[in-house]
């Protein structure tokens, strides 16, 4: 679509700088075995578990009204370097062929995730205010089968359609870090995945 109207001393935009080929969010179904989600599951340490936090304000707080959950760190390292070049083989490829992005590299260490009964995200964004600003893509893989919990869907806002992602065990799914999304509460069992997010020059 053309602009109707350009900005005083500002290039007019070129067809060929529109994004046909964007999407809501795309997936990799499989992206890690059985067994490979097993070894990522067998990483959860209870003497590392905190409390989720939330960017508010560009600063991380706890806010249980919003976000409930617990998390472990996964640094890059021997034990962790596979998950992260496996994941970003991944992301390179859906933003070369969905959102042609400026990215860069991870922007924090890989979060562990468990959310028992009870545990939710509401509908927020990855991207806002001060650390987070410089967010492009999120990440989330499915690290259990859909029996082993129920509820603890993850959920996107199509316009103002909520869409349920599949629960696919060894699925990862990467989205924009600007789109709505949430974690319906757990209402039975007990959900694992990994999130992460890849950062770049902030958007211009």
């Given at each position: 679509m053309p602009i109707i109207k350009p900005l005083k001393n500002l290039p007019p935009l070129k067809r060929s700088e529109l994004n046909h080929e964007f999407a809501d969010y795309v997936w990799y179904k499989n992206l890690f075995k059985d067994d490979e989600v097993e070894a990522i599951r067998a990483m959860w340490d209870e003497e590392k578990v905190i409390d989720a936090k939330v960017n508010e304000s560009g600063k991380q707080s706890e806010k249980e009204n919003l976000r409930k959950s617990k998390i472990i760190f996964l640094p890059p390292g021997p034990d962790t370097d596979w998950i992260y070049?496996?994941?970003?083989?991944?992301?390179?490829?859906?933003?070369?062929?969905?959102?042609?992005?400026?990215?860069?590299?991870?922007?924090?260490?890989?979060?562990?995730?468990?959310?028992?009964?009870?545990?939710?995200?509401?509908?927020?964004?990855?991207?806002?205010?001060?650390?987070?600003?410089?967010?492009?893509?999120?990440?989330?893989?499915?690290?259990?089968?859909?029996?082993?919990?129920?509820?603890?869907?993850?959920?996107?806002?199509?316009?103002?359609?909520?869409?349920?992602?599949?629960?696919?065990?060894?699925?990862?799914?990467?989205?924009?870090?600007?789109?709505?999304?949430?974690?319906?509460?757990?209402?039975?069992?007990?959900r694992m995945s990994i999130v992460g997010w890849i950062a770049g020059p902030h958007y211009r």
């Open positions: 070049d496996r994941l970003a083989l991944a992301c390179k490829q859906a933003n070369a062929n969905r959102y042609k992005f400026d990215i860069a590299g991870y922007q924090t260490e890989l979060q562990l995730a468990k959310y028992s009964e009870g545990h939710f995200f509401d509908w927020h964004m990855d991207f806002g205010a001060g650390d987070v600003s410089n967010r492009k893509l999120s990440i989330t893989v499915q690290l259990c089968d859909e029996n082993e919990y129920e509820g603890g869907d993850l959920q996107f806002m199509i316009n103002q359609d909520p869409f349920t992602a599949t629960k696919s065990k060894g699925t990862a799914i990467i989205f924009p870090s600007f789109g709505l999304h949430r974690v319906t509460p757990v209402t039975k069992g007990t």
